[in-house]
């Protein structure tokens, strides 16, 4: 594990929030009026980010150019699944996979992966980064080395598609994510990190176990709701698509929904799901890497049990205005001067991204 700080090519980075930044904690529903987006593109391996003010149509910053270099933050020098999330303190928790798939093809390496995929899988990576923001302008960084927290993870076989949240009873962030063993069947395991978001505290416990013989999950989000926990995951079982677990507690144990809430007919992943402000509303959303070309899909639900297909970006009601070629995206509210700011920012420092990939 080392904690590193340094200046990103398309964003500042700074060792300690400024006081005028700091924040008592978050603002309340009522006071929000915006959404942000992050999400990554094959063909940056970095972090984009889109404003919405109606959780529906959603534009880009900065044009759709990368808003932090992956190449600048990462291990692997590329960043994919990126979540973020608000916490009760006002800031905002940025979680990352330090993976590059087309490293080789980017001149980062010299192998398709960072280690033998026959021994360790497709993409095979050891580390999570981890930012954290009161302005998403300026941020600190770590780069966190999962396989080095404890010796009996020597031998991880990736890391993948970190996701925050906060643990009242425990009073502390939350980090869950993807692991695996070698080449084994991957299981969601979470671990607790400190307030500054940079030093994970004891070892990852697991959190999800796929209850079905040679089956697995991946791509973990939770969410709670009257006082009931909603893990939506990714289910490798026929069908690759989008299923829920539910418990009382936010590590388990947990009830198993065999049935899928998606409702496409081809492979999708990484559900993400979102309160719309003010209304009793949620949005699922979820990659629809199956897609050609690949896209976001949607449903809408009261109480997470039935779902409304809302269909794909620019198939229906869910729209983009500058933006394609978006994977794994997450989003969370802000208020509508936290998001007029960082539009202007990124009007008056609008920056090109040298490294985009021919795929």
């Not at 303190?89 to 033998?116: N, P, S």
């Not at 899909?297 to 297909?309: A, K, N, R, V, Y």
């Amino acid at each position: 594990m080392k904690k590193t700080l340094a200046i990103i090519a398309l964003a500042a980075l700074c060792a300690a929030t400024p006081a005028s930044a700091r924040k008592s904690g978050a603002p309340k529903e009522k006071d929000m009026g915006a959404y942000l987006m992050v999400y990554h593109k094959d063909d940056t391996h970095s972090l984009h980010m889109a404003v919405s003010y109606d959780g529906r149509t959603f534009t880009a910053v900065n044009n759709n150019e990368p808003v932090i270099a992956g190449d600048t933050i990462a291990l692997q020098r590329g960043i994919r699944d990126p979540h973020i999330f608000r916490g009760p303190d006002g800031a905002f928790y940025l979680a990352m996979t330090d993976l590059h798939i087309y490293a080789k093809q980017a001149g980062f390496r010299l192998g398709q992966w960072e280690r033998d995929g026959k021994e360790y899988g497709w993409g095979n990576n050891r580390a999570l980064v981890l930012m954290k923001s009161t302005d998403l302008i300026n941020w600190t960084r770590a780069n966190i080395r999962v396989d080095k927290l404890d010796p009996s993870l020597a031998d991880i076989g990736c890391a993948w598609a970190p996701e925050t949240c906060y643990d009242p009873k425990a009073k502390k962030l939350m980090v869950h994510f993807t692991m695996r063993h070698r080449n084994g069947k991957t299981k969601l395991y979470y671990l607790y990190v400190n307030d500054d978001f940079n030093r994970p505290e004891g070892k990852p416990e697991v959190l999800f176990t796929y209850p079905k013989e040679g089956k697995e999950a991946i791509d973990g989000n939770m969410i709670c709701k009257d006082g009931v926990y909603h893990l939506f995951y990714c289910s490798h079982d026929g069908k690759t698509g989008i299923k829920q677990a539910t418990s009382k507690s936010i590590t388990g144990p947990w009830e198993f929904r065999d049935q899928l809430v998606d409702p496409e007919k081809i492979g999708c992943e990484a559900p993400s799901v979102f309160k719309l402000i003010g209304e009793d509303r949620w949005v699922l959303m979820y990659d629809v890497y199956r897609a050609n070309p690949m896209n976001f899909g949607f449903s809408e639900t009261t109480d997470l049990e039935h779902f409304t297909p809302l269909g794909r970006f620019d198939e229906g009601v869910m729209r983009r205005t500058n933006f394609d070629g978006q994977k794994h995206g997450a989003v969370t509210w802000l208020t509508r001067d936290e998001a007029r700011r960082l539009e202007e920012y990124w009007k008056k420092n609008q920056r090109d991204f040298p490294g985009k990939l021919k795929l």
